[in-house]
């Protein structure tokens, strides 16, 4: 906003911004033109494309690539060209294309992965010393936030892409690097959907499940399709969102109680989302039992474990929301807060926001608001995109006038947010 207010040399109104990236409201010509200038996106193309296709775009989403450790490459080096420099927020590839992506991965057969390049063998300790900084950049990217994130992780996909292509190892030591790249593109596509850039995201999800699928993975491969399903539930594409999470379920193999209610629970959210009742609360009971067997001595993955009992009534919760429950969904998501850590500060933010949408539905209009006011420093601290839209949504949704003090504060923080 600031670029826009110097060269048109009007006021920075970073309210005109937020309405711009959350109200569908178009930029006036002078605007844009200032903007296109500071993106070095030549005049002709925003006066043929028209807002918002001129804005800088990675290309098209590339899924073509053989189900092969050579096509996997091919696709990781692909996402790590256009993924970063891909600022679109609309996601490129349809519903459609996702999930016939999904059905190639359930279909096909991994092959072995054992190779003999003209780079060094591959030293063991260095995959472990990779491995072991997994679970930092989990934390980091759930404290910090996607947008600040995205570009560590891209850099350790990079680091790992390049070893895969360069060094020699044997089949174990390739799955594990695969693995692991499987893992960060899963990372860095979260941390850009979080962000709002959509297709960045599409770009590192269809890469890792490539990754994953060669590592002969496919459990983690479930769990990607769980996080593309995700997006879909997001732009409202429910039945491709309940078709890549039904893929997830039934191509997820033998997996752990934990790991089988994480991937229920997302198909139960695109039962909810599509309005069917019998068949969410059918998978919200299952995923209630294998809940209920979970064990401490579980070999769960490594990135189950943000699935807690808090998470478990969250996306619970979610579910009677969609399914128009906002009592039951007050009840699960008060439970979900009571139990979350306060590490997870995005996560806080996200159900603090739900659970003021449900208060909103019973009309409690007080309680909605003084749990927007505690969700904004949380957003702060931990920015993310997608909270900052749900917090505007559920401002929308609150039952009481504009001019009410209560109301007219809660704006300015807002405002302030968006800025």
């Not at 959210?269 to 609360?281: I, K, L, Y």
């Not at 009571?338 to 590490?343: F, G, Q, R, S, V």
Request: aromatic share 6%.
């Amino acid at each position: 906003m600031d670029i826009v207010a110097k060269a048109t040399k009007r006021s920075a109104d970073r309210r005109k911004a937020w309405k711009w990236e959350n109200w569908g409201v178009e930029p006036d010509a002078e605007s844009q033109e200032a903007l296109a200038a500071a993106l070095g996106v030549p005049l002709r193309d925003v006066h043929r494309l028209g807002w918002p296709g001129w804005l800088p775009d990675g290309g098209p989403v590339r899924i073509g690539f053989p189900w092969t450790l050579e096509g996997t490459l091919q696709a990781l080096d692909d996402t790590l060209e256009h993924a970063m420099p891909d600022r679109r927020g609309f996601m490129k590839l349809g519903g459609q294309a996702l999930t016939l992506l999904a059905g190639e991965w359930l279909s096909q057969e991994s092959e072995p992965v054992a190779a003999a390049l003209a780079g060094g063998r591959i030293d063991l300790r260095l995959i472990e010393d990779l491995e072991d900084g997994l679970p930092r950049l989990r934390r980091l990217e759930a404290a910090l936030g996607g947008p600040r994130a995205r570009l560590l992780l891209d850099t350790e996909l990079a680091t790992v892409t390049g070893i895969l292509k360069a060094a020699s190892y044997t089949d174990q030591a390739g799955r594990r690097l695969l693995r692991l790249s499987a893992e960060l593109s899963r990372l860095a596509g979260f941390a850009s959907f979080d962000a709002g850039l959509h297709a960045a995201a599409q770009r590192y999800w269809t890469s890792g499940l490539r990754a994953a699928h060669s590592a002969s993975d496919r459990a983690m491969g479930a769990n990607i399709l769980k996080s593309l399903s995700l997006q879909c539930y997001d732009h409202g594409l429910f039945a491709e969102s309940l078709a890549l999470a039904t893929c997830a379920v039934e191509g997820a193999g033998d997996v752990t109680p934990r790991t089988r209610a994480m991937l229920l629970l997302r198909q139960a959210r695109a039962e909810a989302a599509g309005g069917n009742r019998t068949a969410c609360d059918r998978l919200l009971s299952d995923a209630e039992t294998q809940m209920a067997r979970v064990r401490v001595e579980d070999e769960d993955p490594s990135w189950t474990g943000y699935f807690d009992a808090a998470e478990f009534h969250a996306q619970t919760a979610t579910c009677h929301a969609d399914l128009h429950r906002p009592r039951l969904a007050v009840t699960h998501f008060t439970t979900a807060l009571t139990l979350m850590p306060p590490a997870k500060g995005r996560d806080l933010a996200t159900y603090t926001i739900q659970t003021a949408r449900a208060h909103a539905a019973l009309g409690n209009a007080d309680e909605a608001i003084r749990l927007l006011e505690a969700a904004v420093p949380l957003i702060t601290t931990a920015p993310s995109h997608r909270n900052t839209a749900r917090a505007a949504t559920a401002r929308a949704e609150l039952p009481m006038a504009r001019r009410d003090p209560k109301v007219q504060r809660l704006d300015e923080l807002l405002v302030r947010l968006s800025a």
